[in-house]
């Protein structure tokens, strides 16, 4: 597949695949400065946090082929001085990442095989997915796309235009999914416009938005975001992505709230774990934190094997055994879907 050429296209020295954003690559509005200001190098992060430089010395060798990237917000939310903050994990390189482990892949989830045009999945019936940009608001170091090939994907109204046409000729797809990346990293006014032309495609019913930035720069939930979620013709369903209870508090509860608040369905799916959120108590009290905000559990999704994340991995009968105990101390609508992405399969796999 040939590359497509775009100004979002890695530079030297950067990933071959995925890439911080650059200057000019976004309209200046308040959240932007938070993504141009992100934490870019280990060792600041390291210093902010008041962590010895040995970790700062194995971040940096682990992130040859997927750079660090940390909004400052977000590891204010991390406990100084402690590595093992369920935060801090998420996004701090460890030397395991570099290490190949047998079952583990460069697309654990059949994305290559479920690509209609570039830019497009489809796997589920009546959903379709977008890929809109390679850019995210943080480097989630399990990312199971963290592999992808952003840099072949469209990036403008123009490249989706292919993506839209094949939406437009299959009448059975009644959800488009806005995914990445992160499609919130995109201008609003380029987001109103892919919306809008959405939006013309009778058959489609409902824009799913799947994104972490109101979660890692809250300040992203602004009055234009919300315009173009709720003046559609489209209902709107916004699925957000926190994995531990402590992302959830200030500007990002504040956020989340504003989403709820303005009648957006609001979901949230994060990954189990290891050292993350693998216990009951962790998982409890980020359901509980969820349904403080309005906000529902969705999913909790098994780790994709992706090569280099291996270390995150919890053995499904562990997850099984928590989810127990889930059952026996929530509300029922408070226990999210256990579930797994198995390449090829018609729905993401409950495992019980
Ligand atoms: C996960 C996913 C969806 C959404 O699945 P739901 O079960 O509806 O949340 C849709 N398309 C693709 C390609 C996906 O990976
Ligand atoms: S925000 Fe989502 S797509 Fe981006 S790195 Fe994290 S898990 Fe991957």
Not at 52 to 80: G, I
Not at 115 to 144: D, I, M, N, S
Request: proline fraction near 8%; aromatic fraction near 6%; glycine fraction near 6%.
């Amino acid at each position: 597949m040939p590359a497509v050429k775009t100004h979002l296209e890695p530079t030297a020295g950067n990933s071959p695949r995925r890439h911080a954003p650059r200057d000019g690559e976004f309209i200046a509005a308040d959240w932007h400065t938070d993504l141009r200001t992100a934490i870019r190098d280990p060792r600041e992060l390291c210093r902010v946090l008041n962590l010895s430089p040995e970790w700062a010395e194995q971040a940096v060798a682990a992130t040859a082929d997927f750079p660090l990237f940390v909004p400052r917000d977000f590891a204010a939310r991390m406990r100084p001085g402690d590595p093992n903050d369920p935060l801090l994990r998420q996004v701090l390189p460890l030397a395991e990442e570099s290490h190949t482990i047998t079952n583990f892949s460069l697309d654990p989830v059949g994305d290559q095989a479920a690509e209609l045009t570039p830019g497009l999945l489809r796997k589920y019936q009546g959903r379709a997915l977008l890929v809109t940009t390679g850019v995210c608001a943080v480097h989630c170091r399990y990312c199971f796309r963290r592999h992808f090939p952003y840099g072949e994907a469209p990036h403008s109204l123009e490249q989706w235009q292919p993506a839209l046409q094949m939406i437009a000729a299959d009448d059975t797809i009644s959800e488009v999914i806005l995914s990445g990346g992160d499609p919130l990293a995109l201008r609003d006014e380029l987001l109103a416009e892919l919306a809008a032309r959405i939006a013309a495609i009778a058959h489609v019913r409902r824009l799913r938005v799947h994104t972490r930035l109101p979660v890692m720069i809250p300040q992203r939930v602004n009055e234009a975001l919300l315009a173009w979620l709720t003046d559609s013709r489209l209902a709107p369903v916004m699925v957000i992505h926190a994995n531990h209870a402590n992302e959830l508090t200030g500007e990002a509860a504040a956020a989340v709230r504003r989403l709820v608040q303005a009648g957006i369905p609001t979901l949230n799916q994060a990954v189990l774990l290891r050292g993350v959120n693998d216990s009951v108590a962790a998982l409890a009290e980020l359901s509980e934190r969820l349904l403080d905000l309005g906000a529902v559990p969705y999913y909790l999704h098994q780790l994709d094997r992706v090569q280099g994340a291996a270390h995150f991995e919890v053995p499904i009968a562990e997850g099984l055994a928590i989810m127990e105990q889930l059952r026996a101390r929530l509300p029922g609508y408070a226990v999210p879907r256990y579930v797994q992405e198995t390449a090829g399969a018609a729905f993401k796999v409950p495992l019980g």
